[in-house]
C-alpha cells in the first residue's frame, strides 16, 4: 500500500471511522467533557423578563429633561419623568427605558434626582429574551459540552441531558526489551512510558482506558491480543515494531486486517498505520517515543474525536506568530513541537524521532504542510494538547 498524504490520512479517518452510537442520560454537574447528544431548545426566554444591569435608579427617559421625581413604592407603569430605585438584576417596570447607576446622579430632598452625566436610552438594561429565546439551540448535538456550555442548561432549569458514551480504548505496546512501570528493573531497563503517556492522555481526552498490555514481539501473541482488545474496546492503539522488518509491519499484511492506510507522510511517525480487526479500528504507530507521541496527537486525537461523535475531529488551533526560524521536510507534513507563550511560538530546540522528554518542556505542537522550513515572525497554527474537541 502507498504512502498517503496527511490531508488524505484524515479524510480516511471521517470514512472509515464509524462513532460511538451509544448514549446515557447524565446529570447536567456530570456532562463535562462529554459530547451531547441531542439538540437542546430552550423553553424559556432568558431573561423571563428585562432587567437592571446596575443599582441606581430606572426611569422613563425623555432627552429634554435632566431631573425625574422618583417612587417611593413599585409601580407596574413608569410615566415619563419618573422612575423608581433599582438594584442590579431586578425586574423593571414597564416605561423603563434607562437605569442611571447611583453614583451618577444627584439625589434632591423632594425625592427627585438630577442627572449629573450623559445619558442614552436603553442604558444598563437587558431587555427579555436577550440572552436566550424560545426555540433556540442553547446546545447542539455533536457539540462538546465544555463547563461554560452547561450555563445556559442549567438557568433553563435543565438537570439532565443525554450524551454519547465514552470511547473504550486498549493500549498494546511491542517490544522484547519492554519492562512494565510496575516491575522492578536495572539501570539499563527499557520502561513501558510509551504505554504510560498514551494511557494519560486518553484519559485527558476523556475516554476509558480500558486496558494496558505488553507483548513481546511474537506475531500469533500479538495477534490473540488483538483479537481480545478487539472485543473489550472501541479502538485498540500498537506502540512499536513498525519498522519494515519487524513483527507488527508484517503482521498488518494478513488477511484478517483490513487496511485504511499503511505509511502516512507524516514527519515523524510515517510507518503509522490504521486497519480493522473485526470491524474495530486498529492504530499502529512507531516505538520511539516522540515519533509515537507525535504520531498520537496528528492522527489517534482524530480518530478518537471521530468515535466520540465531535462536530470537529481536528483540535481547533490557534494562528500565532513563528519566534525563531527553523528547518522541515518539504516531502511531507511535519509536525514541530513548541511553546506557545499567548504571543508567539517557538520551536523546541531539538525533536528527533527518538527523543523521550521533548513533550514535557511543550504545550503543543505546529503542522507544516511540505515546506522546507518556517521563517521567524511567519504565521503558523498551533495545536495546543489539552484542548479538546
Known sequence: MPFVSYKDAIKLILENIKPVSTTQSVRLQDATGLICAQDIIAKYPLPACTISLKEGYAINYHGTINTYKISSSVEKIISKGHGIKVSTGDYISKGINAVIPIEDVYLLPDK???????LEKNINIKNKAE??????????????????????????????????????ISVLSIGDQLCPVEKSGSQDSIYNSNAITLGARISEMNCFVECINVNKEDENTIFETLKRLSKISDLVITSGAMSSEDVMNKLLEKKDFVKIFHKVKICPAKPTALSMLDKIPILSLPGLPLSCMLGFEILGIPIINRLKNSLNIRTNFIR???????????????????YFDGIC??????????????????????????????????????YPFLLRS
Open 345 to 382: 511560538f517557538r520551536s523546541a530546540p531539538a525533536f528527533q524521532a527518538g527523543m523521550l522528554n521533548v513533550l514535557g518542556k511543550c504545550n503543543g505542537y505546529i503542522l507544516v504542510h511540505q515546506k522546507k522550513g518556517v521563517r521567524k515572525s511567519q504565521k503558523v497554527d498551533f
Open 320 to 338: 500565532t506568530i513563528n519566534k525563531k526560524s527553523f528547518t522541515c521536510k518539504a516531502s511531507c507534513t511535519t509536525a514541530i513541537p513548541g
Open 131 to 168: 440572552d436566550i429565546k424560545v426555540g433556540e439551540i442553547i446546545l447542539k448535538k455533536n457539540e462538546f459540552i465544555s463547563a461554560y456550555k452547561t450555563t445556559s442548561c442549567a438557568a433553563e432549569g435543565i438537570n439532565k441531558l443525554k450524551a454519547y458514551t465514552k470511547p473504550k
Open 112 to 118: 427627585t434626582i438630577k442627572i449629573t452625566s450623559p
